[in-house]
Each structure stands twice: as C-alpha cells, then as structure tokens.
C-alpha cells in the first residue's frame, strides 16, 4: 500500500499564481484533511472531508478551497498565492471504523515557497 | 477551545539518557490522545495513542499514560537512540475525527 501519496513534493510559486496541490489516498478512508504545517506554530488544519461529496472549514481556510473529486482524491487549490501561505502542506486520512479512535495518517508533505 | 501545550524544545540529550516530553492538554469531554513524531522530510507517523483516563499507550520503547486528573500526557522513554531524533507532537482529537496538535518539540540525541 502506497498509503497518502501528495504531489508535487515542493513548489515555487510567484505572488498571485495559482496552482493545485494534489493528494490521494489507497486505504479506503472516508476522511481527508490538509494541514499546513509553520515554525513555532505546530499543524494547523485548512479544510477536511468527512466523506466524499462534503467539505468544511477548519481552522485557517482563508485563500483556500478544496475538491473532494472522488473517495480517493482531495486537493487543495491557492487561487491566488500570497507570501503568507509559504508553508509546508500536509494531507492527512482517517476512518474510525478502521481506525477507532481517530487514527490519522499523513503524506510526505508539499514544501510551498511564495516569493 | 480545546488546545494541547508542550514544552519548548529542542531537547537534547545523550544516547541511552532518559527522555521526558511534557504535554499537558484542554478539551471538553473525553478527547483521544496521541503522540505523532516526525522524521527530518518526513510527513507525521503515529507514535502512539491512548483513547480513555489510565490508558497507557506504548511503542517502540516509548510511553505515555493518559492522566485525566492533571490533563497530561506525557512521553517518556527509557533509553534514547540518535535514530530517536525528530520532532514530536502531541494532539487530541477534537470532535469527529479532528485533530488538535501542539506545536511540536524537536528531540537532539548525540552519539
């Protein structure tokens, strides 16, 4: 099992670009959340998916928007990206009924740069 | 809200020393706990988990029991590794399947 996967692993970005950061999962899992993860600051959540076809804010949704595109697959688009959202970005997955207890599991993580 | 603090790190300490990381935690209810460590470039692994008071989690030589009467959680292990170095988080879960973490605290082992 290939587990969370993300793409890309780092990015470059100009002030106002926008770019898709994809994540998938192969466990089955009905939840997915994107994290960022700053210094002194632990992970922060952005948006989750309790199960496909829903979505909701989390604690830092502002110049996000998500796509739950199917059970598998969730991503995270910057419509236009600010130098505040410089970070590294973390998709995560869980299912208590495999889990039971909240377990989730992490990607490798997208390192974000904008200049 | 609920929120989890952790002590300050970096921690560093010899190979063999004995490891303590604080955590102490605020939630409504009866959260989960968890311990995540991150490797260097790596994403989080769950460490290990304890979901009621008295609960003892344990993994790969490290500890941590659920402490519902000081709110605290804290990771011990007896004997460290300098491949035990990375960042650790302590978290709880905070209504369905949402995790509130700390800010995390990087543990040095030197040979």
Redesign the interface.
């Given at each position: 099992n290939a587990g969370?996967t993300q793409t890309p692993k780092f990015q470059v970005l100009k002030t106002g670009q926008s770019m898709t950061l994809q994540c998938a999962q192969d466990m089955n899992h009905n939840?997915m959340?994107w994290y960022r993860q700053d210094p002194?600051?632990?992970?922060?959540?952005i948006y989750?998916s309790?199960s496909e076809g829903t979505t909701d804010k989390?604690e830092v949704p502002n110049g996000y928007n998500v796509s739950r595109l199917n059970k598998r697959e969730f991503s995270l688009r910057l419509e236009s990206a600010a130098p505040s959202q410089t970070s590294v970005y973390?998709c995560?997955s869980?299912d208590?009924a495999s889990g039971g207890?909240?377990?989730?599991?992490?990607?490798?993580?997208t390192r974000l740069t904008v200049l | 809200g609920d929120s989890v603090t952790q002590m300050e790190g970096p921690v560093t300490l010899s190979e063999e020393a004995f490891l303590t990381i604080n955590c102490t935690y605020t939630a409504t209810g009866y959260p989960s706990l968890f311990w995540y460590v991150q490797y260097p470039g790596e994403g989080l692994q769950l460490l290990l988990k304890a979901t009621k008071a008295d609960d003892k989690g344990s993994n790969k030589g490290f500890e941590a029991t659920y402490r519902k009467e000081t709110t605290s959680f804290h990771l011990e292990k007896g004997s460290v590794q300098v491949s035990d170095s990375a960042v650790y988080f302590c978290a709880l879960s905070a209504g369905f399947q949402k995790l509130v973490f700390g800010t995390g605290t990087r543990l040095l082992v030197s040979p």
């Open positions: 969370v939840s959340y002194g600051m632990g992970l922060r959540l989750y309790a989390g973390f995560a869980s208590r207890t909240d377990t989730q599991y992490f990607g490798p993580g | -």
